[in-house]
């Protein structure tokens, strides 16, 4: 291990003893063994600072000794595709009363790790394709100007954008990118998982109670040692959920996608995408 990887992983865990020590004072409990772990994952550019809020909102109902900052990604900030033993290495600091969460595609190796450790409380967040897509645009132009994209979308029209966007771009290295079909067929996998808790973004934005009553059951089906009644939970969530305090929020409405394509977009998207949108429950049809 290099010597810089020991030193952040001595400061990780003295924030973690830091985090358990006024956890415990909180709560007046010495141990977390009881309280089972749980790991939110989000498609990128679909809500994932929503489910983070959510998540912080579970540690003021719930006695959580730390909430884990740092995402567990498939690819670092400068664009490297992480290896499998570094992303498991992450996923292994899941202990009793841990949250964490990421980025985490369907892939075996993770389908193994939640049914090898049912203990965990995995989550899942994911979003209208279409509004993704317009987001993660917006996201490598305007905020993150590091991005693998952002020197080429910089330089073309928001068209050009939108259609690179939906087909792909076939270039080597970093700044190859995957069609928007290609994308979400990686995650598809996690919304028929029966042991993970899904959740529209959409509905999360536009009606969250339903939703987090969903979480409420979820929690308690798991034995998440919940500390207040039923409805006060809810409203304490509820509170948490603040969009605009998003480092990445822009609009935060849903369906924005429309103040962007074109009818050539719309039938460019039909032609990738197939049958995306009626997979995941947005569209019936195709003629949308």
């Known amino acids: 291990m290099r010597e810089q990887d020991i030193i952040n992983s001595s400061k990780d ?12 004072n909180r709560w007046k409990r010495l141990s977390f063994k009881d309280v089972p772990p749980i790991f939110g994952n989000a498609f990128q550019k679909s809500g994932s600072h929503l489910l983070l809020q959510i998540l912080y909102g579970v540690m003021k109902i719930a006695p959580y000794r730390h909430l884990e900052q740092a995402p567990v990604r498939m690819i670092t900030a400068e664009g490297r595709q992480r290896s499998l033993p570094e992303i498991m290495h992450d996923l292994s600091k899941l202990k009793p ?6 980025y985490l595609s369907y892939q075996p190796e993770f389908v193994d790790f939640f049914e090898q450790n049912p203990q965990v409380v995995p989550l899942f967040i994911y979003r209208d394709p279409r509004d993704q897509l317009i987001s993660s645009i917006f996201y490598a132009v305007d905020i ?17 954008c ?15 990118l995957p069609s928007i079909k290609v994308q979400y067929d990686r995650i598809l996998g996690w919304l028929s998982n ?9 509905d999360l934005v536009n009606d969250p109670c339903p939703q987090l009553e969903r979480l409420l059951d979820f929690l308690e089906a798991k034995h998440v040692p919940i500390q207040m009644g039923r409805e006060t939970a809810v409203e304490t969530i509820l509170d948490a959920i603040q969009p605009e305090k998003s480092p990445t ?40």
Request: aromatic residues 14%; glycine residues 10%; without cysteine.
């Open 13 to 24: 865990q003295l924030r973690i003893w830091k985090h358990s020590l006024e956890s415990a």
């Open 97 to 102: 009363g841990i949250i964490e969460w990421g």
């Open 162 to 176: 939108i259609k690179t966007a939906i087909r792909g771009r076939e270039v080597p290295g970093l700044e190859f």
């Open 144 to 160: 993150h100007k590091q991005h693998a994209q952002h020197d080429y979308y910089a330089s073309v029209s928001m068209d050009d």
């Open 194 to 202: 029966p042991g993970m808790l899904s959740f529209r973004f959409e």
């Open 249 to 288: 929020f822009r609009k935060g409405k849903t369906g924005g996608w429309h103040n962007h394509f074109s009818d050539e977009h719309i039938q460019i998207f039909k032609d990738v995408t197939g049958d995306l949108l009626i997979e995941l429950g947005y569209e019936s049809n195709n003629d949308w």
